[in-house]
């Protein structure tokens, strides 16, 4: 047997000096620093900073949230940044972190209101800067998808308790700012709950959508589409979505009733018209129909539509008892006066991509809450908002146009984040050089470059 490589022995030693980790985290740092973020936070979190502190609050959640984006899921993880004082600045010490933490904890509700706002302003920025790449800027309506998610709790942390899926941990409420099929998404809310709580509960739909508004550009928040599955579909919710002069627009799932299912099958075949695919083109074996004129909706907000979709099963797929004629039968309900019934449909199925959003999120340190007590833990899920959004802001800033747009977390680590760089000092600058046979050493320079010709925050 031949070997068809060989490889020398290579000796390792901690001597080098001038060398960066994790350089293409300038990224981030140019976009912490363009989109205001890092004095929002401080100016919202000076309260926090006791006499004679030497660190700044804001620049400690700042890089708390760096961190995560690195790819972090611990307070302890801030290491990363401290061994790298030539990057990241003077980054404080664990316990130092630790105890900021707490002081937020202790003052959960100003504490949430102050970082919220913080990121309302930095979003109000990023979204200025970019222009005609950001959502909404061409008229059309913002989606905001909301979805509940299961977090594991692998020891007894406060609140943690037994989940529908038979498992134990957290149920969070989240909201995210879908930014199209070609874009990414970001978290305008987490709302933390206990593991036991209900996937229809419409106070907790009601609230996470009421902290998404607020995170919302002021002359964005009327032009915003609610979507959401069938936990949505709840009286007390769409009655509060359509009441008069809130100016939402809904698409929400809608569970299939028997009187719902009665209507599917009164339907003449004529009624039922191709359902579209992803790229809008025929789908066959699937249609949609509506079903608003079949239905009793009083008590159900005026103008309300009902639109059912049903396709054949794919291969392997088991059927529900409110299938009917062997089709697997879904249904929504919307306030769209205008439109295709399969472009309403197809705009509906499109809040799928919140289980991108979640899963991003949970690759951002949202998979494990590292915290004990309820309170802390919250705080972390701002802080995974954070560096959820500061990688999206990033990328509609630096990166629009590009395949690297649409990069979920991983891939942004592993081919833009995570390159090693040499400093370098000459003429009273300071330069970085990043590894020259890099194979995105490209994209990392032209994005460096689009963010450097943005203007400074005032």
């Not at 989109?35 to 100016?43: E, K, N, P, W």
């Amino acid at each position: 047997m031949k070997a068809i490589a060989s490889q020398r022995k290579i000796a390792v030693s901690a001597d080098g000096s001038g060398l960066v980790s994790h350089a293409g985290a300038l990224l981030l740092l140019h976009t912490l620093r363009l989109t205001g973020l890092d004095q929002a936070l401080s100016t919202q979190l000076q309260r926090w900073r006791p006499a004679r502190s030497v660190h700044d609050p804001g620049k400690i959640v700042a890089d708390l949230a760096v961190t995560l984006a690195l790819g972090g899921d611990c307070l302890a993880d801030i290491a990363l940044l401290r061994a790298q004082p030539e990057l990241f600045g003077h980054v404080a010490s664990d316990p130092t972190v630790s105890r900021l933490i707490d002081r937020l904890a202790r003052d959960e509700v100003k504490a949430l209101k102050a970082l919220r706002a913080a990121r309302t302003l930095a979003r109000e920025r990023a979204w200025d800067l970019a222009g005609a790449t950001a959502p909404g800027s061409d008229g059309e309506l913002i989606p905001l998808d909301l979805d509940a998610t299961i977090v594991i709790a692998h020891s007894d942390k406060q609140h943690a308790a037994p989940t529908w899926k038979h498992t134990f941990g957290f149920h969070p409420m989240t909201v995210f700012a879908d930014h199209g099929p070609g874009a990414s998404g970001e978290p305008l809310a987490i709302v933390l709950r206990p593991g036991n709580a209900g996937s229809n509960t419409a106070a907790d739909h009601i609230e996470a959508t009421r902290l998404a508004l607020a995170q919302l550009p002021r002359h964005r928040r009327r032009q915003v589409l609610i979507r959401t599955d069938s936990g949505g579909g709840t009286h007390e919710f769409l009655s509060w979505l359509a009441k008069p002069g809130r100016r939402l627009s809904y698409s929400i799932g809608f569970t299939m009733t028997e009187e719902v299912q009665q209507a599917v099958l009164r339907l003449p075949k004529s009624a039922w018209t191709p359902a579209y695919d992803a790229d809008r083109q025929v789908r066959p074996g699937a249609w949609v129909a509506e079903l608003t004129g079949l239905l009793n909706l009083s008590g159900w907000p005026k103008g309300m539509r009902v639109i059912a979709r049903k396709e054949r099963p794919h291969p392997g797929a088991q059927l529900r008892f409110t299938d009917v004629d062997g089709n697997r039968v879904t249904c929504f309900v919307t306030d769209a006066k205008r439109g295709q019934l399969a472009d309403l449909e197809l705009r509906h199925r499109r809040r799928a991509r919140a289980e991108d959003r979640i899963r991003c999120a949970k690759d951002t340190g949202l998979a494990n809450l590292p915290l004990h007590h309820f309170a802390r833990n919250q705080i972390w899920c701002e802080l995974v908002a954070l560096a959820c959004e500061l990688l999206t802001w990033m990328q509609m800033l630096a990166l629009p146009g590009t395949a690297a747009r649409t990069y979920e977390p991983k891939r942004l680590r592993l081919r833009l984040f995570a390159v090693a760089g040499r400093l370098v000092r000459g003429g009273r600058r300071l330069r970085l050089r990043i590894a020259a046979h890099w194979p995105w050493a490209h994209d990392i320079l032209t994005a460096l470059k689009r963010l450097q010709a943005l203007p400074a925050p005032p």
